[in-house]
């Protein structure tokens, strides 16, 4: 790796360490057409969720939902719910549709030869069932 990959390298972690600071207080740098109609909601979620992506990415999971219920009949799916905060998200976009969670809740496997040099490990992303039900209901 050249300095410059070194420089660019450090640059991105410092801005990734900044953005989880902000995100872990709820708070997103970039303002996306009436989002912020559904910001305060976004901003709950991801706090009580610690959601693992930025306002935008939220608010195009409502969007996307409200498009999706708007066209297509039948049930909606989340595979892979962690701590719920997109579940969360799509029961609020959804309306009076049924939403099946399917999640191990073990978090993932260990990393296989295909993974080499992925930043993931073994029970990332756990969380219990109990926590889903109980956080869903409130």
Request: charged share 25%.
């Amino acid at each position: 790796m050249n300095v410059f990959q070194k420089l660019w390298m450090l640059r991105r972690s410092g801005a990734r360490a900044i953005r989880g600071r902000l995100l872990a207080r709820g708070l997103d740098l970039v303002p996306v057409m009436d989002r912020k109609s559904h910001l305060e909601f976004i901003r709950k979620v991801m706090r009580e969720t610690g959601l693992a992506m930025n306002g935008c990415e939220a608010y195009q999971i409502l969007t996307t939902v409200k498009a999706v219920v708007a066209k297509v009949d039948g049930a909606l799916a989340e595979v892979g719910v962690y701590r719920c905060g997109s579940s969360r998200l799509i029961c609020e976009a959804k309306g009076p549709r049924e939403l099946h969670l399917f999640d191990t809740f073990a978090g993932l496997p260990a990393p296989g030869t295909d993974d080499a040099g992925v930043a993931f490990w073994p029970g990332q992303f756990a969380a219990s069932l109990e926590s889903a039900k109980e956080y869903l209901q409130a």
